[in-house]
């Protein structure tokens, strides 16, 4: 009893029950450094990468689309977070074409930390793209029925432009769309989608803008039709001094009215050859049309055309070399040049450049030194012609030094 009475009374002292209270509190405090902040939570989420500053002719060629990122807050906090309040992207600002690793940067909402993010690197690769159009074929369905065809086809718009890698954009051979005969035969207008003639698969992502056209034709009866341009035939050279600007026709195109595949066939039709030999003022005349070989082609507007030539004048050059350099002095002074003879440069017309000779062309080289009141002075060549015809294009050298000389 007396043992008893006296454990009783050990772990009834202060002493011993302030050294139970130590030794509690110490291993309260391992245990929660050991297991971080009881109120707190971890989770995971799925974030989409997203590439900052991209250059516009680049884009991004990576196989890793999202990251797993691993936060950390307390429940209440984790339990009110939305997926987009999570932030992942990777800086591309500054960056050409090439290979790179790049670090994910994670953005997080306050009061939320930010655990590990899986990967933390991407590899990527950047490749230039460009936009090229293209035209919009119409390719015509096979089973259209005999004794019809297409007639006012249009297709708005006109082209397409399509997106992608230089690479790819190679590939591209034509851009079409296939209407069906019971579509044109309901003679509406068509909504349809383009089809991208390539040699190759596409190694990227291809933008097409627009991806659908409009397309109004009406199915007639009767023989297929088709425009074609009209050809000037026309032999020999005009004067030496005059050159063809221009030759138009009215009309610039005629119809022409036959089956599918002859009418495929022609691509223009040709004129009565004309000779434009020795012409030398602008002409304008009737021509007639030259008769298709294909007899089972029909011209169906027109069996000749007005045809008009015009004509430019040409221009020859022509060096006429040590032009005596006069000088002109109202008060008679004497004067020595530096240098005294000079070439200069003519131009006429071709005919009449051939004819020009220094002893017969009446060309004079001069300065003008009236007002002059310096010893010696440097002025520039002038050159005076007596025909209207002629032109001065340059002297070498286009200035002369005058030095007084005194009697």
């Known amino acids: 009893m007396n043992v ?3 454990f009783d009374n050990i772990l009834e002292s202060s002493l011993v029950l302030w050294g139970i209270s130590v030794v509690l509190a110490v291993c309260m405090w391992f245990y929660v450094m050991d297991t971080g902040d009881p109120g707190n939570a971890r989770r995971k989420f799925l974030c989409e990468l997203e590439y900052r500053d991209l250059m516009p002719q680049l884009s991004v060629k990576n196989t890793i689309r999202e990251v797993e990122v691993e936060v950390e807050a307390s429940e209440s906090v984790l339990n009110r977070l ?3 309040a999570i932030v992942c992207e990777v800086d591309l600002r500054g960056l050409s074409p090439g290979r790179y690793r790049a670090s994910v940067r994670v953005m997080l909402p306050q009061n939320v930390t930010l655990q590990s993010v899986n990967p933390s690197d ?3 690769e950047l490749v230039r793209q460009a936009t090229r159009a293209f035209p919009v074929e119409v390719t015509l369905p096979q089973d259209i029925p005999a004794g019809r065809y297409l007639d006012s ?6 082209e397409i432009h399509i997106r992608g890698t230089e690479k790819d954009l190679a590939k591209i051979g034509s851009v079409n769309i296939s209407p069906t ?4 035969a309901g003679g509406s207008e068509l909504l349809l989608p383009i089809t991208i003639s390539q040699s190759e698969p596409f190694e990227d992502e291809v933008e097409t803008e627009p991806q659908q056209v409009r397309m109004n034709a009406v199915l007639v009866r009767g023989l297929p039709r088709k425009k074609v341009s009209v050809n000037v035939r026309v032999r020999g050279r005009p004067h030496e001094d005059y050159a063809v600007r221009s030759v138009t026709t009215d009309p610039a195109e005629v119809m022409l009215e036959g089956t599918r595949a002859r009418l495929d066939a022609v691509s223009a039709i040709d004129t009565e050859t004309v000779d434009i030999s020795g012409l030398s003022v602008d002409q304008t005349m009737v021509v007639p ?6 007899k089972n082609v029909t011209v169906l507007d027109a069996r000749s055309v007005r045809l008009r030539i015009n004509l430019e004048a040409m221009a020859a050059q022509k060096e006429f070399q040590n032009v005596p350099v006069a000088v002109e002095d109202p008060q008679g002074r004497k004067w020595a040049l530096s240098p005294a003879v000079v070439n200069v440069v003519i131009e006429a017309s071709p005919s009449e450049i051939k004819t020009l000779d220094l ?4 060309l004079k080289a001069y300065v003008d030194v009236s007002g ?10 002038r050159v005076s012609l007596v025909s209207g015809d002629l032109k001065s294009v340059r002297t070498t050298p286009s200035t002369v030094t005058v030095t007084a000389v005194e009697d």
Not at 181 to 184: F, G, K, M, N, S
Not at 359 to 362: E, G, M, N, R, V
């Open 359 to 362: 002893d017969t062309l009446d």
């Open 122 to 124: 991407v590899d990527i």
């Open 372 to 381: 002059i009141f310096l010893r010696s002075a440097t002025l520039p060549v």
């Open 4 to 6: 008893s009475k006296r």
């Open 153 to 158: 086809v249009s297709v708005v718009p006109k």
């Open 181 to 184: 005969v019971e579509e044109l």
């Open 82 to 84: 939305k997926y987009d």
């Open 289 to 294: 049309l030259r008769p298709l070989r294909d």
